[in-house]
């Protein structure tokens, strides 16, 4: 889920990009076995997928 920033270079207290947020939960997500399909998200939750896509989260 997680890799360090070089080949041998790893920084766990340094600060990471959004891209690279998203990209550790897509990870965890895929780990979990979580189903991207969107038929399957809670109806109850997809405004609150919306509004952290509309401020570029995701």
């Known amino acids: 889920m997680i890799r360090g920033v070089s080949a041998t270079k ?3 207290y340094g600060t990471i990009t ?3 947020a998203a990209l550790m939960l897509e990870r965890t997500l895929e780990y979990l076995g ?3 399909c969107r038929k399957r998200v809670k109806y109850r939750a997809l405004p609150h997928i919306h509004q ?5 989260y995701f």
């Open 52 to 56: 952290l896509k509309d401020l570029d």
């Open 18 to 20: 959004r891209q690279q």
């Open 34 to 36: 979580v189903d991207r």
């Open 10 to 12: 790893f920084t766990p």
